[in-house]
């Protein structure tokens, strides 16, 4: 998966925009304007342009690497997809793979377009529902108190989950001893199947939204 790039950025009032957006479960698009402010644009039934013009549906006339038509986002039977058929300069990259022709698209992939990523969120369907919307409600796993030290730092920042090294670095411990802990999470919150890019995004949505870590800081 692409790296998101605004790990400095977000703050908790942005998280929790996040999180609201993608319990109404409606499929939307995240990104940062040209003044680096959080955007979450929905996505209408009919889909939209992406583009460098302010005609465009998603129009991101700060990026001179858009083109001025440069992709559509379009919903086919359900299913979200991005269309790059020739028409950008600079190409379109989902988690970084060039797109040819038509991709479908994933609960959090990122779309590269010239100098702008955007993530898409979709928790309408069946696999994200799964991965997504367990918050609140579920059943909390319980978990040992070396297990909870692990999730309080992977969770601890408001512009995403940390990374072994840092949780490592923050609980003075090996990051094989980090990997073990992290492997234990996953497997208490049924993460086990969720591709490897997104199960630590959906293991920070699911403690935040249940209460096992307090509210996120900004660094």
């Not at 949780?167 to 208490?188: G, P, Y």
Request: with cysteine; aromatic share 6%.
């Amino acid at each position: 998966m692409s790296e998101w790039p605004d790990r400095h950025a977000s703050t908790p009032t942005e998280l929790q925009a996040r999180l609201a957006a993608e319990r109404a479960a409606s499929p939307f698009i995240e990104l940062r304007d040209g003044d680096g402010v959080q955007q979450l644009m929905p996505l209408p039934g009919g889909g939209l342009t992406i583009g460098r013009t302010p005609q465009s549906g998603l129009a991101l006339t700060w990026d001179a690497q858009v083109s001025r038509s440069h992709a559509t986002l379009e919903a086919i039977d359900g299913v979200w997809t991005v269309l790059d058929d020739g028409r950008s300069t600079n190409g379109t990259f989902v988690n970084e793979e060039r797109v040819q022709g038509r991709r479908t698209l994933n609960h959090l992939d990122v779309i590269r377009v010239g100098a702008t990523r955007l993530r898409f969120h979709d928790a309408t369907g069946e696999a994200a529902l799964s991965l997504t919307e367990v918050s609140t409600e579920a059943l909390v796993p319980p978990l040992t108190a070396a297990q909870r030290r692990v999730l309080v730092a992977l969770c601890r920042y408001a512009d995403g989950p940390a990374t072994n090294e840092e949780i490592a670095r923050e609980l003075t411990v090996s990051i094989d001893t980090v990997k073990t802990h992290m492997r234990a999470l996953f497997d208490a919150f049924q993460l086990g199947a969720a591709p490897p890019y997104r199960k630590r995004f959906e293991l920070v949505r699911m403690a935040v939204g249940a209460g096992l870590v307090p509210p996120p800081e900004r660094r």
